[in-house]
């Protein structure tokens, strides 16, 4: 079975698409069989809902009078970055609030975020240079999302194909942006919701200028994200055993929904965003279809020991999604508890949702304008004697 | 019937051995939740009564003459829905598995009456969705 994406499309506009959330099309593999399966759905619907830390936004705040030209900018306390046009800021989701701000502990960018994208009003405050194009040296004001003209999302890596599972063999507790891990193996965390993510079936479908669920509006895929690593090593099914591609992904932050957007902090770490992305995979061969049926037995991640704070950490091994989410998983002959911090529950209501929009009409899919490099050394960076 | 009780003990009386007199005196069985009891300081824990009615306040009654203070309203666990993003890292943390992740759902679920208390669930959650309540 072949078929175009503009030809789904027409489908969508007349409603006789045929759409399912991944795990939907899971029990439908297994009820049927794959080949039955590929003939009944034209488009497969993915989801995921973690804490990312690579994400941020971009505001114009619109001209004061007298106009300013900013060199420092705090929203709610927090410093946005403002070395850009005289009015454009970028705020990062995992700045910390400065100290003398009173804030509460982990009170960060990704919180501010969240409260404009609820609709709230957050303090602004800030230092000019004054010149004859524009004199203010100071501004103090409010804003929201209604008040500024720009205001959109850009995560410079805001998917990851696979992640780690993280465990620590040490004796004290060690706090990672997977949250506390306990010692002598207390618990193991995973990070990726397993199949129904984005990013483990067919990178072909989708590329540079796909439409996506991002933040419960509309998005799309600007480019590799940072760390891209699509040479990361694979398992014969072709899945990647650790970390791999990454996206760069952009959206307007005033479409978006404060259930699917919102700021979280892991205690003696730090700041994250926890954003709800989905991507629409179009059935476009049978071969899609063996990619998107790949079930959590048969993808695996690494369990990486964080009880070592170096660039490269131990690894016990590979465990397999189906492994994590049974909430056990053996290392060294002995129980580990797992948990996620990345809910999976939410991941499965981003991929119906956007199964809905399709299935209404108000979604329709996208040709990608360019692809997602397949090949991207991935270098480290040694500290040089200067 | 079941009771939950907060005790906090005066130190001289740290030395009675309190669950053994309440199986022997009263057919009280007391399951420790939590304890903090040391030699010459002032002691807390959380009991889970379990025994006849009449008995369970014979027994209540009994240490409140030993000058131990008998909270019965005790300290809960509470989790705020709306805050809460089913994430679940609170349920690796949980050393009696109350918080856990519905097989299915992937929906969190807190049984309260097997949690202790020990509130490592709290800081552990980046959405600040639980609390203790008092």
Same mark, same amino acid.
């Given at each position: 079975?072949?078929?175009?994406?503009?030809?789904?499309?027409?489908?969508?506009?007349?409603?006789?698409?045929?759409?399912? +959330?991944?795990?939907?099309?899971?029990?439908?593999?297994?009820?049927?069989?794959?080949?039955?399966?590929?003939?009944?759905?034209?488009?497969?619907?993915?989801?995921?809902?973690?804490?990312?830390?690579?994400?941020?936004?971009?505001?114009?705040?619109?001209?004061?009078?007298?106009?300013?030209?900013?060199?420092?900018?705090?929203?709610?306390?927090?410093?946005?970055?403002?070395?850009?046009?005289?009015?454009?800021?970028?705020?990062?989701?995992?700045?910390?609030?400065?100290?003398?701000?009173?804030?509460?502990?982990?009170?960060?960018?990704?919180?501010?975020?969240?409260?404009?994208?609820?609709?709230?009003?957050?303090?602004?405050?800030?230092?000019?240079?004054?010149?004859?194009?524009?004199?203010?040296?100071?501004?103090?004001?409010?804003?929201?999302?209604?008040?500024?003209?720009?205001?959109?999302?850009?995560?410079?890596?805001?998917?990851?194909?696979?992640?780690?599972?993280?465990?620590?063999?040490?004796?004290?507790?060690?706090?990672?942006?997977?949250?506390?891990?306990?010692?002598?193996?207390?618990?193991?965390?995973?990070?990726?919701?397993?199949?129904?993510?984005?990013?483990?079936?067919?990178?072909?479908?989708?590329?540079?200028? +796909?439409?996506?669920?991002?933040?419960?509006?509309?998005?799309?895929?600007?480019?590799?994200?940072?760390?891209?690593?699509?040479?990361?090593?694979?398992?014969?099914?072709?899945?990647?055993?650790?970390?791999?591609?990454?996206?760069?992904?952009?959206?307007?932050?005033?479409?978006?929904?404060?259930?699917?957007?919102?700021?979280?902090?892991?205690?003696?770490?730090?700041?994250?965003?926890?954003?709800?992305?989905?991507?629409?995979?179009?059935?476009?061969?049978?071969?899609?279809?063996?990619?998107?049926?790949?079930?959590?037995?048969?993808?695996?991640?690494?369990?990486?020991?964080?009880?070592?704070?170096?660039?490269?950490?131990?690894?016990?091994?590979?465990?397999?999604?189906?492994?994590?989410?049974?909430?056990?998983?053996?290392?060294?002959?002995?129980?580990?508890?797992?948990?996620?911090?990345?809910?999976?529950?939410?991941?499965?209501?981003?991929?119906?949702?956007?199964?809905?929009?399709?299935?209404?009409?108000?979604?329709?899919?996208?040709?990608?304008?360019?692809?997602?490099?397949?090949?991207?050394?991935?270098?480290?960076?040694?500290?040089?004697?200067? | 019937?079941?009771?939950?009780?907060?005790?906090?003990?005066?130190?001289?009386?740290?030395?009675?051995?309190?669950?053994?007199?309440?199986?022997?005196?009263?057919?009280?069985?007391?399951?420790?939740?939590?304890?903090?009891?040391?030699?010459?300081?002032?002691?807390?824990?959380?009991?889970?009564?379990?025994?006849?009615?009449?008995?369970?306040? @014979?027994?209540?009654?009994?240490?409140?003459?030993?000058?131990?203070?008998? @909270?019965?309203? @005790?300290?809960?666990?509470?989790?705020?829905?709306?805050?809460?993003?089913?994430?679940?890292?609170?349920?690796?943390?949980?050393?009696?598995? @109350?918080?856990?992740?519905?097989?299915?759902?992937?929906?969190?679920?807190?049984?309260?009456?097997?949690?202790?208390?020990?509130?490592?669930?709290?800081?552990?959650?980046?959405?600040?969705?639980?609390?203790?309540?008092?």
């Amino acid at each position: 079975m072949e078929q175009s994406i503009s030809a789904i499309n027409a489908k969508i506009a007349n409603r006789s698409v045929r759409v399912l +959330t991944l795990l939907e099309l899971q029990k439908r593999v297994a009820a049927v069989g794959l080949s039955q399966a590929a003939q009944e759905v034209d488009v497969v619907t993915t989801g995921t809902f973690a804490p990312l830390e690579s994400v941020g936004v971009f505001i114009n705040l619109g001209h004061t009078d007298p106009p300013i030209r900013l060199r420092s900018c705090w929203l709610d306390g927090v410093p946005a970055y403002s070395g850009m046009g005289a009015v454009d800021l970028f705020l990062g989701a995992t700045q910390e609030a400065e100290p003398q701000e009173e804030r509460p502990i982990g009170y960060g960018g990704a919180h501010v975020i969240a409260k404009l994208v609820a609709g709230e009003t957050v303090p602004l405050r800030a230092i000019g240079m004054p010149n004859d194009c524009y004199p203010r040296a100071t501004l103090e004001t409010q804003i929201n999302r209604d008040s500024i003209n720009q205001f959109y999302l850009y995560a410079p890596r805001g998917l990851y194909q696979n992640f780690v599972v993280g465990v620590n063999s040490g004796e004290e507790i060690v706090y990672t942006y997977l949250g506390p891990l306990l010692p002598r193996m207390g618990n193991a965390v995973y990070a990726n919701p397993g199949v129904i993510a984005p990013l483990w079936h067919s990178l072909e479908a989708i590329g540079i200028g +796909t439409k996506i669920f991002l933040g419960g509006g509309i998005g799309f895929i600007a480019w590799e994200g940072t760390q891209h690593f699509p040479n990361q090593k694979q398992l014969p099914n072709h899945t990647p055993i650790g970390p791999a591609a990454t996206l760069a992904l952009i959206g307007d932050a005033k479409q978006m929904d404060k259930d699917w957007v919102k700021g979280c902090y892991f205690r003696n770490y730090g700041v994250s965003l926890m954003l709800g992305v989905g991507i629409p995979i179009p059935v476009v061969s049978s071969k899609t279809i063996e990619t998107l049926a790949l079930r959590d037995e048969e993808i695996m991640a690494p369990v990486i020991d964080f009880s070592i704070p170096r660039r490269v950490r131990p690894s016990f091994g590979l465990v397999s999604y189906a492994q994590l989410k049974s909430g056990k998983i053996t290392i060294n002959h002995t129980p580990v508890r797992t948990a996620p911090v990345v809910s999976i529950s939410r991941a499965e209501q981003v991929a119906s949702i956007l199964k809905d929009w399709i299935l209404k009409g108000e979604f329709t899919l996208t040709e990608p304008i360019a692809p997602i490099p397949p090949q991207r050394q991935f270098l480290h960076q040694d500290v040089l004697n200067v | 019937m079941k009771r939950r009780v907060n005790l906090t003990f005066p130190r001289t009386v740290v030395g009675v051995p309190i669950t053994y007199r309440l199986a022997r005196d009263f057919n009280v069985a007391a399951n420790i939740i939590r304890a903090q009891v040391a030699p010459d300081q002032v002691g807390k824990m959380v009991l889970e009564l379990q025994g006849d009615m009449d008995q369970i306040d @014979s027994a209540i009654e009994w240490m409140r003459s030993l000058e131990i203070t008998v @909270s019965l309203q @005790s300290k809960e666990i509470v989790i705020d829905e709306d805050a809460c993003v089913d994430c679940g890292l609170c349920t690796g943390v949980c050393p009696t598995q @109350s918080l856990s992740l519905n097989p299915h759902s992937f929906r969190l679920s807190f049984n309260r009456s097997t949690c202790s208390v020990c509130e490592q669930c709290i800081p552990a959650c980046p959405v600040n969705a639980i609390s203790v309540n008092l």
